[in-house]
């Protein structure tokens, strides 16, 4: 079984940073694309950066310059560092990974963690 477990959400003002973790735990034999994704209310679940195995990066154009995603292959992790953050980056930030498991064969299926609240106050 593997599991996704996110920290790091909380409660800025405009302007200041945060830094999102992700960690995947359980029976994995390799992490291809990581990535997170944001769901602000009444809004659609949005990209908002990937990195690949390899470390290749794509960016949401709203948070170009701003945020920078990373990884930590060792570890299993995945990083978020926002800043400058803005008022519309308040959501909920999801992790997502696309894992190859072991359970008697190799596997791949896709990943969520359970979200945290980013809130971003003005």
């Known amino acids: 079984q593997v599991q996704l477990v996110e920290s790091g959400g909380g409660l800025v003002q405009a302007g200041g940073s945060l830094r999102l973790s992700c960690a995947a735990s359980g029976s994995i034999f390799s992490i291809n694309a990581m990535g997170w994704y944001r769901q602000a209310r009444g809004k659609q679940r949005e990209l908002v950066a990937a990195?690949?195995?390899?470390?290749?990066?794509n960016y949401a154009d709203s948070v170009k310059g701003r945020f920078t995603i990373s990884r930590d292959n060792a570890k299993n992790t995945v990083y978020l560092q926002m800043n400058s953050l803005k008022p519309e980056d308040t959501a909920v930030y999801y992790c997502?990974?696309?894992?190859?498991?072991?359970?008697?064969?190799?596997?791949?299926?896709?990943?969520w963690g359970q979200g945290t609240q980013v809130t971003v106050s003005s």
């Open positions: 997502n990974a696309d894992i190859t498991a072991v359970a008697g064969t190799l596997y791949e299926n896709d990943y």
């Open positions: 990195i690949t195995s390899g470390g290749s990066t």
